[in-house]
């Protein structure tokens, strides 16, 4: 096969820096969130039309991120909100997958049943799987995953790695094969903690807003480098 045509199956991005990027800017951080909100609808309509990868898994809001300031939240929660009312009417069109994942329970009945009538809407759609990151916590997904298996009556003594898989907010997708963090940082900050054992963890200084196709186009450039061998040789 061409090596050009290697393309990871599933790219996980924590899409950090829209903060300092306003900051730098002299601009409030919310303003930094809708530019930020602008580059992941860009970017998946790049991954969707000019590459085979197949599942792009996004951070959007962590578990931990409730503790920023209120007017932030809110800003934050508006975005999310506008993207739902927008991919109601584009998903179709765009042929892709559209899921959220994270602890939803948090969220308002109205915006859960809008959630899931999206889930529902683009079921068969046959491009790009997307999964939005909300309220999400790699610990808080293993905990609900443990927990459904104890309301579901599973021996707990005999629990398999595949059994704790099939009970994730992932339940049925690849793990991802590159995890890419833009914003300088090079933590996890608790994203797919079970999924990311064997990812290939790509760093960026790039802030997100600043992030492009042709940034993308270099993070696809050096996994195609990477020697993958999951604990062989
Ligand atoms: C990432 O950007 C977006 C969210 C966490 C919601 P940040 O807001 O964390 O940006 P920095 O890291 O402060 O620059
Ligand atoms: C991770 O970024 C969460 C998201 C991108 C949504 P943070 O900015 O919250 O992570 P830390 O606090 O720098 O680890
Ligand atoms: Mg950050």
Same mark, same amino acid.
């Given at each position: 096969? /061409?090596?050009?045509?290697?393309?990871?199956? #599933?790219?996980?991005?924590?899409?950090?820096?829209?903060?300092?990027?306003?900051?730098?800017?002299?601009?409030?951080?919310?303003?930094? +969130?809708?530019? &930020?909100?602008?580059?992941?609808?860009?970017?998946?309509?790049?991954?969707?039309?000019?590459?085979?990868?197949?599942?792009?898994?996004?951070?959007?809001?962590?578990?931990?991120?409730?503790?920023?300031?209120?007017?932030?939240?809110?800003?934050?929660?508006?975005?999310?909100?506008?993207?739902?009312?927008?991919?109601?009417?584009?998903?179709?069109?765009?042929?892709?997958?559209? +899921?959220?994942?994270?602890?939803?329970?948090?969220?308002?009945?109205?915006?859960?049943?809008?959630?899931?009538?999206?889930?529902?809407?683009?079921?068969?759609? $046959?491009?790009? #799987?997307?999964?939005?990151?909300?309220?999400?916590?790699?610990?808080?997904?293993?905990?609900?995953?443990?927990?459904?298996?104890?309301? =579901?009556?599973?021996?707990?003594?005999?629990?398999?790695?595949?059994?704790?898989?099939? +009970?994730?907010? $992932?339940?049925?997708?690849? /793990?991802? /094969?590159?995890?890419?963090?833009?914003?300088?940082?090079?933590?996890?900050?608790?994203?797919?903690?079970?999924?990311?054992?064997?990812? =290939?963890?790509?760093? $960026?200084? $790039?802030?997100?807003?600043?992030?492009? &196709?042709?940034?993308? =186009?270099?993070?696809?450039?050096?996994?195609?480098?990477?020697?993958?061998?999951? &604990?062989?040789?």
């Amino acid at each position: 096969m /061409d090596n050009q045509e290697i393309f990871p199956r #599933h790219i996980a991005i924590i899409m950090d820096g829209n903060g300092r990027w306003a900051q730098k800017r002299l601009l409030p951080r919310k303003a930094g +969130h809708a530019v &930020g909100s602008e580059t992941f609808r860009s970017v998946a309509d790049y991954l969707n039309l000019h590459t085979k990868v197949e599942y792009l898994t996004v951070y959007a809001f962590s578990t931990e991120n409730w503790s920023r300031p209120k007017d932030e939240v809110d800003e934050i929660m508006r975005l999310l909100r506008k993207y739902m009312d927008e991919a109601c009417r584009t998903l179709l069109e765009k042929n892709v997958k559209l +899921h959220f994942l994270g602890d939803l329970s948090i969220f308002p009945e109205d915006v859960r049943r809008e959630m899931e009538d999206i889930h529902a809407l683009s079921e068969k759609a $046959t491009g790009l #799987h997307i999964n939005v990151c909300v309220n999400y916590g790699g610990r808080n997904e293993i905990v609900n995953a443990v927990r459904a298996m104890a309301r =579901e009556g599973y021996d707990m003594t005999k629990v398999t790695e595949e059994e704790i898989t099939a +009970h994730l907010y $992932t339940v049925g997708q690849p /793990d991802p /094969d590159m995890i890419i963090r833009t914003g300088a940082e090079k933590r996890l900050s608790n994203f797919l903690m079970w999924q990311s054992s064997y990812a =290939e963890l790509y760093f $960026t200084d $790039t802030l997100w807003p600043d992030f492009s &196709g042709k940034d993308i =186009e270099e993070a696809l450039a050096w996994f195609r480098g990477r020697k993958r061998r999951f &604990g062989g040789v």
